[in-house]
């Protein structure tokens, strides 16, 4: 099995920054694309920034210029480092993981870590 695991989320005033962590652990061969999610109460879930495992990077206008997302592949580990935030970044935060090989294969699978709190208030 493969999980993620996320944190680094917390209470943080407006125009502060943030970064969020994401750990891939257990039976990975490979992972090309990691990805954030966030999910505010009452709205549907939305992507905030994807990266591929060449470093190619997307983000949705609502966080570009504000939002970096970076990896180490190494480590399977991704980041999210969020500088000047609004209440309307409060959310839970997801990492994603939708095509992990678990072994040498054709076989890819989709994962979701348990989401991490981030609140902008002052």
């Known amino acids: 099995q493969v999980q993620l695991v996320e944190s680094g989320g917390g209470l943080v005033q407006p125009g502060g920054s943030l970064r969020l962590s994401c750990v891939a652990s257990g039976s990975i061969f490979s992972i090309n694309t990691m990805a954030w999610y966030r999910q505010a109460p009452g709205k549907q879930r939305e992507l905030v920034a994807v990266?591929?495992?060449?470093?190619?990077?997307n983000y949705p206008d609502a966080v570009k210029g504000r939002f970096t997302i970076s990896r180490d592949n190494a480590k399977n580990t991704t980041y999210l480092q969020m500088n000047s935030l609004t209440p309307e970044d409060t959310a839970v935060y997801y990492c994603?993981?939708?095509?992990?090989?678990?072994?040498?294969?054709?076989?890819?699978?989709?994962?979701w870590g348990q989401g991490t709190q981030v609140t902008v208030s002052s």
């Open positions: 990266i591929t495992s060449a470093g190619s990077t």
């Open positions: 994603n993981a939708p095509d992990v090989r678990r072994s040498s294969g054709t076989i890819y699978y989709n994962y």
